[in-house]
């Protein structure tokens, strides 16, 4: 595949380039129920007699014999029309020789690496779901010294199904250690990310693109190459870019019948609480039930893809931030669950219908004994927990499938981790499951490798009811519930118009207030400016009142000396007129008056001297003073006050 040749539409849809004529399952179509006759191995399980292998699903199919030979059936199956009917329901591929069968043919045609395969050219179509609706698959993890721990595994002998076994061969006494447990596939030390890919998650891939949901997760203890698996090196890609390039694969082959849009998120789980690694917010994604009973997680960065490189891209941005830590077994643990989720919008151009299917990609914390260190020791509790949480989900689910659960056992604790509750539509049948248990085969590792085994075991027992995903056919019902849409928008745009409107007068009217309150402010100033000048002024003249009232004072006091000197004069004048007038007349008395009148003159200058403090006595005063006076008062008149 050549991703340079897709390029996002301006829609963000992808237009990629097209190819020529290739495996076409279009003629595949669903003919009601026919009567496919039942295995008798169908209900075996062999660790459990009683616990059937593949659970039912609710398709009702009937295959043409061309039908079922151009998926590459054997000729003796395609020969046979019949049913999948409600349980057991065998699975397609579960009918073959399995091994050879996906290898050889259905696993070729769904991997695009040498080809792509166009599948449907009506947006899905309604194909049947491919492949078992649940594979287990276990993987041993490669060991470098010699393990006296043997374990053994191989195909089982027969089997219609062509599963395989894993035993533990060592001289045990436990029997949970001594069985032998069964699933889809058993990949050796050996075996490379490429061929757990194709058998057992290429099935998954392909249906998602066919427009059913599916969910591939690793499980096992710590250390044991669930990473590895899932995610690869460089040199050995795992599922999750194998799975991207071959949906952008499908992609392009049907380019010409569809349009595409694919969107990833990635979360990770750490101590119970999710984080959103694209957006690597603060803020904690919340999960809610939909109305329809989906799981919601919001908010939730949902990036738009156009490559499986842009994919890898925005894994390996979201892989530097999770949560890593040495462990005693790993020196790179991941010590949170990551669950990347593929959306894929499918919109068929001829039925203008619409389809979206959601892979989920989960890497799972592994589990593991208490560590010796405080911090991995807490991580270790949650993710222990959480995994309990898992196994006791997969277990009620298992047991209400076997009619096994007793009421009180009723309850499926979905809700008591976080991890269950965002698989919880997975696990609850409504996702084909691929689950891939990475086991190691060291003998101090022999109990937590047969826990992930019982609980693979366990997964294959969990109820399946996988339905493609609703197209949404009703053109003309679109189209209505799209224009009320677009009413109800136009609605919410006037009145947001309106008030706008009115935000945008509010702030006028602010800002008329605003400059008014400005100018009010250089107005007042400059009152306070004058008010400073005049309150100088002011002061100014009240000084200069001082001194005229000072020189008033000074005035008046000079009148009143001119004035009293003045009278002394006259009386002087007057007593010598009568004293001339008493020689004749009164002799006697002259004497006392003239006593009298100086008496009264000498008391009248003392007053005025003490008050003036200028010589009024005319005997005291010289003539100059008396004239200095006289003109001072004439020249210097008192000033009006
Ligand atoms: N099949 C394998 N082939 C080669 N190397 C492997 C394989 N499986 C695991 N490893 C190596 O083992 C180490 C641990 O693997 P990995 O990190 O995938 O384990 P894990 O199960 O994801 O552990 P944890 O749960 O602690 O994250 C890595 O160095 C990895 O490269």
Not at 217 to 234: D, I, P, R, V
Not at 279 to 303: D, F, L
Not at 305 to 311: G, I, L, N, Q
């Amino acid at each position: 595949m050549s991703s340079s040749a897709n390029k996002p539409s301006s829609t963000g849809m992808v237009t990629p380039r097209r190819y020529s004529t290739m495996t076409t399952l279009r003629n595949l179509t669903p003919q009601g129920k026919g009567n496919y006759p039942q295995s008798p191995l169908v209900n075996r399980n062999f660790s459990n007699p009683s616990t059937p292998m593949f659970r039912s699903n609710s398709t009702q199919l009937n295959f043409t014999s061309s039908s079922a030979l151009d998926l590459g059936l054997p000729e003796a199956v395609a020969a046979s029309p019949g049913t999948l009917d409600r349980y057991p329901r065998p699975s397609l591929l579960s009918l073959q020789d399995a091994s050879s069968y996906r290898t050889d043919s259905f696993d070729s045609a769904v991997s695009s690496s040498s080809k792509a395969a166009k599948f449907s050219s009506s947006g899905g179509g309604d194909l049947p779901l491919l492949g078992n609706d649940i594979i287990t698959s276990i993987r041993i993890r490669p060991i470098n010294q010699p393990s006296n721990n043997i374990w053994t595994h191989g195909p089982v002998p027969n089997d219609l199904y062509g599963r395989e076994y894993i035993r533990q061969d060592s001289s045990s006494n436990s029997s949970a250690l001594q069985q032998e447990y069964m699933f889809n596939h058993v990949f050796g030390m050996e075996s490379d990310n490429s061929s757990i890919y194709q058998k057992s998650v290429a099935s998954v891939v392909r249906n998602v693109f066919c427009g059913y949901n599916g969910i591939v997760f690793a499980y096992g203890m710590t250390g044991t190459g669930k990473t590895y698996s899932m995610q690869g090196t460089e040199d050995e890609p795992g599922i999750i870019p194998l799975g991207m390039r071959d949906l952008f694969d499908m992609v392009e082959s049907n380019a010409d019948s569809d349009t595409f849009q694919i969107r990833i998120s990635y979360l990770e789980i750490y101590n119970e609480r999710i984080r959103d690694l694209i957006s690597n917010s603060q803020e904690e994604p919340k999960v809610r039930e939909g109305a329809n009973g989906e799981v919601i997680v919001s908010p939730m960065t949902r990036v738009l893809v156009t490559s499986p490189e842009e994919v890898s891209q925005v894994i390996e941005q979201c892989n530097a931030i999770r949560k890593t830590a040495a462990t005693d077994y790993n020196t790179y643990s991941s010590r949170s669950h990551a669950i990347l989720q593929v959306f894929l919008i499918r919109n068929s151009l001829s039925t203008h219908t619409t389809r979206t299917s959601t892979l989920s990609l989960v890497d799972l914390a592994g589990s593991e004994r208490a560590s010796t260190d405080h911090e991995r020791r807490k991580e270790g509790a949650f993710i222990n927990k959480s995994l309990l949480t898992l196994g006791t989900v997969i277990s009620r689910l298992s047991n209400s499938v076997n009619g096994g659960s007793s009421s009180s056992n009723n309850h499926i604790p979905y809700r008591e981790s976080k991890l269950t509750r965002l698989l919880q539509q997975s696990l609850s049948g409504q996702s084909q499951i691929s689950l891939l248990a990475t086991i190691s085969i060291e003998a101090r590792h022999a109990v937590e490798s047969t826990n992930t085994l019982k609980f693979a075991m366990r997964t294959q027992n969990l109820p399946t009811e996988i339905r493609q995903a609703e197209a949404s056919t009703n053109y003309q019902a679109e189209v209505t519930s799209l224009r009320a849409a677009l009413a109800k928008s136009n609605q919410e745009l006037e009145l947001f118009s309106n008030t706008l409107k009115q935000l945008k007068s509010d702030l006028e009217e602010r800002d008329a207030y605003i400059s008014w309150l400005e100018a009010e402010k250089s107005h007042e100033s400059a009152i306070s400016r004058v008010r400073l000048r005049m309150e100088e002024l002011l002061s100014d003249r009240n000084m200069e009142i001082a001194d005229l009232k000072e020189d008033v004072n000074d005035k008046e006091k000079i009148i009143y000396a001119l004035r009293s000197s003045q009278r002394r004069r006259e009386l002087a004048e007057l007593n010598q007129s009568k004293i001339r007038f008493s020689r004749f007349r009164d002799l006697p008395n002259r004497k006392y008056e003239i006593d009298e009148s100086e008496k009264e003159n000498s008391t009248l200058s003392k007053e005025n001297e003490s008050a003036t403090g200028y010589v009024t006595d005319p005997a005291e005063m010289d003539q100059d003073d008396v004239e200095t006076i006289s003109l001072e008062a004439i020249n210097s008149p008192p000033a009006a006050v």
